[in-house]
């Protein structure tokens, strides 16, 4: 690996061309937020797999001054989908492909909206739309090299795919996965794109564009309806807000699993002395957080209008340590399998300093697998996070959000540099975050290693479920049998393993140096101007 270093702006993001697309918006004069903008509309087109249109966006940004403010980019769910209507399909559970899959709102565009206006409003930001779609349209037309990582993921979920409508058409070749290198072409999607560079974003919802998406999705048989997207509405969030010993931490509450993500800190952070970070020791602390955090998270999280108790309540800090005090230093805790999901983070610094922190996601590979023919926009699945049962926390009601793994972190540290960072990967993006910020921050590796070490996953993020602790090979061997001995059941995978998340970080100093790495493990990269 090695570090991109700047000191009139930098991106990150987890394909080389859309980092290049946000770091010529830089360049250009545009801000963070219209950097990330054209980053994330690239990438619907260079990571189909991971992202999209169809699916949801978190945002948390900061201007030059401070005070930081998140944006909710995430769908509900449709207006007709309740248990009765599953039930009535002959379900016991909401399915995780096809149609059915297909019953919330895509959010993502409405959270580039209001960006937009912040942008404008706030950050004096002049770029024009078309200006920042420009790239993906331009992707979309001339046609993509599918990376590795779309060919991998195809061919693990080509037989469960395959049968989706409008899926083979887009992102097969002849009913066989793409091959990398060979470039494809996606003409409705930059279709689409184009009508919303001249109609504006808000056609998505509430214009040709939505009437197109409403009549595919109808004819597929999703429940989705012209009416439930245009009710949808990107709206600001405050952060939550951790104390740390180094600093402060932000990530986002309700629906999103960010509450888990800043536990984790909270947890390792009073759980001294710090062990070596090359030690199992280190490993198993950070499990037994995350376990901590994953059973609030599981507990609470869902909809923010449901919730009965405020999440800001557990990062306090006699909260923190009546938790930390249930760990074990010695002993692995029991855990079961948790969330699966695939995503993109990106973030951008900018030469005022301004920052973002952006994730974006279709949910598992490809969403529902739904390709809707007038638009070429695959569809998320994000509404499989609910549930049939009624006394279930996230129990399916029309109009509510879905629990969300997707959480976008940035930290004000003492020191005076700002560390904006992020992962994809289900249950493994608060696992990875900790990894990344306690290898940078808490042990002081640069940041690169501390994305390239090795890392862990407990729950799910690709593959079956399992409860395993699964580790990359590249660990030492006392760290393997250091954890087996404290209990923990312990598989490993290759050593840079997708696994793991495609990690990303950006980091500008006390002194206005700017400094990013992407992770070997994704097609990424760190773009400075």
Known sequence: MSVAHATHGIVVAPHAEAAADGAGILREGGNAIEAAIAMAASLSVLYPHMTGLGGDAFWLCRPAEGGLFGIDGSGAAARRADAAYYRTAGLDAVPVRGPLAALTVAGAVSSWTLAQDESRRRWAGRMPLARLLAPAIAHAERGVAPSASQCAATARKRDELIGQPGFARAYLDDGAPPRAGAPRRHASLATALRRLSAAGLDDFYRGEVAA????????????????????????????????????????????????????????????????????????????????????????????????????????????????????????????????????????????????????????????????????????????????????????????????????????????????????????????????????????????????????????????????????????????????????????????????????????????????GASDPRSDGAAVGV
Not at 286 to 299: C, G, H, M, P, Y
Not at 320 to 344: F, K, N, Q, V, Y
Not at 351 to 367: D, N
């Open 212 to 515: 197109s998406l409403a009549a595919d999705l109808a004819r597929a048989g999703s429940p989705l309806a012209a009416g439930d997207l245009r009710r949808q509405r990107a709206t600001r969030m405050p952060p939550l807000v951790l104390a740390h010993g180094a600093g402060t931490v932000y990530n986002l509450g309700a629906p999103t699993q960010g509450i888990a993500s800043l536990m984790i800190l909270g947890l390792y952070d009073r759980l001294r002395p710090h062990p070596d970070v090359d030690s199992a020791a280190y490993v198993h602390l950070l499990v037994e957080a995350t376990k901590q955090a994953f059973r609030v998270r599981d507990r609470w999280v869902r909809d923010p209008r449901d919730l009965d108790v405020d999440l800001r309540s557990f990062l306090d800090g006699s909260a923190l340590a009546e938790r930390a005090g249930r760990i074990d230093p010695t002993r692995a805790s029991p855990w079961r399998p948790g969330e699966t999901g695939d995503t993109t983070w990106f973030g951008a610094i900018d030469r005022a300093g301004r920052a973002v922190s952006v994730i974006q996601s279709l949910y598992h590979e490809f969403g529902s697998g739904v390709v809707l023919p007038g638009t070429g926009i695959c569809w998320q699945n994000r509404g499989c996070a609910f549930t049939l049962d009624a006394a279930s926390a996230r129990f399916l009601r029309p109009q509510r959000k879905p629990f969300h793994t997707l959480n976008p972190a940035m930290a004000e540290l003492a020191d005076g540099r700002l560390l904006v960072y992020g992962t994809m990967g289900g249950d493994g993006q608060p696992q990875t975050q900790a990894a990344v910020y306690t290898r940078y921050v808490t042990h002081g590796q640069p940041l690169d290693a501390a994305i390239a070490a090795p890392r862990w996953v407990i729950g799910r993020t690709w593959g079956p479920p399992s409860a395993a602790l699964k580790l990359e090979s590249r660990f030492p061997r006392a760290v393997v049998d250091g954890l087996r001995a404290r209990g923990h059941e312990v598989d490993l995978v290759d050593g840079y393993d997708a696994l793991m998340g495609h990690a990303g970080a950006l980091v500008r100093h006390a002194d206005g140096a700017l400094e």
